[in-house]
């Protein structure tokens, strides 16, 4: 009979804007081992190491779709969307994952095919996949102790063999100048965070109206622009908090904030704390 055995590790304080892993981990299922229904706030790819199993996934549509899938294939799934999977009665499966987020994730993952729609995974390279599978294994066994930018760059080099290992990318339409315009106005926050400045402007900087803009942007980014600002500002407070002895007024005017009240209640509403409370947690000095 098969012995249930569970890994699971969690990232810890990494909040970066292109690329962030969220947790990682490797299981070894007993017949009928089900997960869900439930939707996910994050993407969450599994690749299964052996064995059978089941993914009912609602696709773009909202309609629940059978995946049966087996070793040497894998899926993903993608935010919000609603799943459940089970492993197999007489050949439970074994898998390993890894949960991410991150500004070009989405379009990433569209340019090869990988969809809430078209959800599953098949490597058309064995030497790919085995790299993007020891990438995943990698991180479930070192990311405790290794540091925080370590642990990026191999959730880089997963996220490349993933993608490449996938047969040929097809092509969306009007993707160029799509990412023309979402590079466009993320360049801006990147310069202009520390000012004064709104969504208009930003949608003003790649001439589009702002109207357009918002689901433009949105569809690339599954942020708002104002949801997108909100959290690059607080991302790059966080780094202050932690990085430097300014006080909490003077990040704030450092991100954009001349009030230090709206500042405290930016950042509570992206950390879960307020700046204070989140230095003495994160900072140099916290044990």
């Known amino acids: 009979m098969v012995t249930h055995e569970n890994v699971f590790l969690t990232f810890q304080d990494v909040n970066y804007i292109d690329l962030t892993p969220i947790q990682c981990g490797h299981e070894v299922c007993e017949p009928g081992h089900a997960f869900g229904p439930a939707q996910r706030s994050h993407y969450l790819f599994h690749y299964i190491i052996g064995g059978r199993g089941t993914l009912y996934a609602n696709d773009e549509a909202g309609r629940s779709v059978t995946h049966h899938l087996r070793a040497g294939q894998g899926f993903m799934i993608f935010p919000q969307q609603v799943t459940t999977y089970v492993a197999d009665l007489h050949d439970p499966w074994e898998y390993t994952w890894i949960e991410f987020d991150g500004l070009r994730v989405k379009e990433t993952l569209e340019l090869v095919g990988l969809s809430p729609s078209t959800p599953t995974y098949q490597s058309t390279s064995a030497e790919l996949r085995e790299r993007m599978l020891a990438e995943i294994d990698h991180l479930v066994r070192t990311s405790a102790t290794a540091s925080v930018f370590q642990n990026i760059g191999h959730l880089y080099l997963f996220l490349d063999y993933l993608t490449t290992s996938i047969d040929v990318p097809r092509v969306l339409s009007n993707s160029k100048l799509q990412d023309f315009y979402i590079r466009e106005a993320v360049t801006y926050v990147e310069r202009h965070y ?22 433009l942007f949105k569809a690339a980014v599954g942020r708002t622009p104002q949801q997108f600002l909100i959290r690059y500002r607080m991302t790059k407070a966080a780094e202050l908090l932690k990085l430097t002895t300014l ?8 991100v954009g904030y001349p009030n230090q009240l709206h500042f405290s209640r930016a950042f509570k509403g992206v950390h879960g704390v307020s700046p204070r409370e989140w230095r003495k947690q994160n900072g140099r000095n916290a044990q």
Do not use: H, P
């Not at 790649?206 to 689901?215: I, M, Q, V, W």
């Open 247 to 254: 006080s909490v007024a003077e990040v704030g005017k450092q």
């Open 194 to 215: 520390q000012q004064d400045i709104t969504v208009e402007d930003i949608a003003s900087n790649t001439g589009l109206n702002r109207s357009y803009f918002g689901k």
